[in-house]
């Protein structure tokens, strides 16, 4: 499941979808003026001249060395922007979420956790960035107009030299006897350029996710897109790109 904290609903059901539990962030998109395709085949099989950017929300597959080769070249050499929203990767806690499943009569292992992180950090690693398997929990302001709650989402571990950086102060769900409290800050979103393109990268999905939200980051999401979209213009990301630690090394 994405968040640790909804033990009532215990399977990721709702198809991390436009048309279902990814509506509200859809109906932002639009109605800021975005049109928005809905990519069903394989990376290779779009055309990025055509696109501002590309946005991988959750993903829990993996990516062909075709597509990443391909994203790469769309992204650096071809002004793609990439948009990703992932959550939590650690394999003693998917272990820890083992259960008998009473219809197939056996035992349940969780095989990505909330995302599959190795498969986005497959992608990233062509970039320089990658996620890590921390396991984040905690209250998000200053990032929206509103609060909204990072739930169970990963942190960021690398970064190239002159991203910007934004730093959350959150728990790690994953470390045995963390008291409960404000946290510490940890890197968690992320925009930087990247050849011709640029990226934007934010470690958890429960604020685009009506499934189980608690407060949304849409006006976060359209500044991301903006970025990414505009090939690193600083201006439309506003005080995401304002306010963010620069990357020195």
């Not at 055309?47 to 597509?67: H, M, Q």
């Not at 190239?160 to 959150?170: F, K, Q, S, T, V």
Request: aromatic residues 8%.
């Amino acid at each position: 499941r994405d968040s640790l904290a909804v033990t009532a609903d215990v399977l990721d059901w709702h198809g991390d979808h436009p048309h279902t539990n990814l509506y509200g962030a859809l109906n932002a998109l639009r109605g800021a003026g975005y049109a928005v395709d809905l990519l069903g085949s394989p990376a290779t099989c779009f055309n990025a001249s055509y696109y501002g950017a590309l946005l991988i929300v959750d993903s829990e597959n993996e990516f062909y060395d075709a597509e990443i080769d391909k994203l790469e070249a769309d992204v650096k050499e071809r002004g793609l922007g990439l948009v990703i929203f992932a959550d939590w990767f650690n394999a003693a806690t998917a272990a820890s979420l083992r259960f008998f499943d009473d219809n197939t009569r056996s035992w349940w292992t969780p095989p990505v956790g909330g995302a599959n992180v190795p498969a986005l950090n497959d992608l990233l690693g062509r970039f320089g960035a990658a996620f890590g398997d921390a396991v984040l929990e905690g209250s998000v302001a200053g990032l929206a107009p509103a609060q909204f709650q990072f739930a169970s989402g990963a942190n960021l571990a690398r970064a190239p030299a002159g991203a910007i950086l934004h730093r959350l102060p959150l728990v790690d769900e994953a470390v045995e006897g963390v008291a409960r409290g404000s946290g510490e800050a940890r890197p968690a979103l992320s925009l930087f350029k990247a050849g011709a393109g640029a990226l934007a990268l934010f470690g958890d999905s429960a604020c685009v996710d009506t499934s189980h939200q608690r407060g949304d980051c849409h006006d976060m999401l359209l500044k991301m897109v903006a970025y990414a979209a505009s090939r690193g213009d600083e201006s439309g990301a506003g005080a995401l790109a304002a306010s963010g630690e620069r990357l020195a090394h």
